[in-house]
């Protein structure tokens, strides 16, 4: 479920895992997906804090509709989400509007420490926020 409460945005994982976080502290919103569908979570919201932070919410978690209608009302524009059916790997920026539709996300594959992994082929995928999300962050904590 997640929900705006007392000023903060609300998460909470069907696995009793959550977080919460100021809205005042996210530089960058977008959304990701990845390969793991349709048996596991594959689309994520996503919010950028840091140069190297951010905190995702699952497609499976609830509420999303009424809170993508509030944080529009607070951002001061609407957030049309659209990579529900991507079936890669591909991440993309709802706000802040001057940055909407690049890429949140970079990702490259890297050699598992596992040896099951290696020895079925199976690639890991290293995510990481994009050089120009990861800098807008850093220019935001410096002010």
């Known amino acids: 479920m997640i929900r705006f409460e007392e000023g903060l945005i609300r998460y909470e994982g069907q696995a009793g895992d959550g977080w919460e976080l100021a ?3 996210v530089v960058v919103i977008g959304e990701c997906t990845n390969q793991n569908g349709p048996f596991a979570d594959d689309w994520f919201l996503c919010f950028a804090t840091g140069p190297r932070e951010w905190y995702e919410v699952s497609g499976d978690a609830g509420g ?3 809170f993508l209608h509030e944080l529009g009302i607070r951002l001061g524009e609407a ?3 659209g990579l529900f ?3 890669d790997f591909a991440s993309v920026i709802l706000w802040p509007g001057e940055l909407r539709g690049r890429p ?4 490259a594959k890297v050699t598992s420490s596992s040896w099951l992994m290696r020895l079925l082929r199976i690639p890991t995928v290293e995510q990481r926020l994009s050089g120009e999300v990861s800098a ?3 220019e935001d904590r410096a002010s």
């Open 79 to 81: 957030l049309s989400p």
């Open 64 to 66: 999303y509709g009424d």
């Open 136 to 138: 807008l962050c850093s």
């Open 23 to 25: 809205l005042s502290d």
């Open 104 to 107: 949140m996300f970079r990702y």
């Open 85 to 87: 059916f991507s079936t």
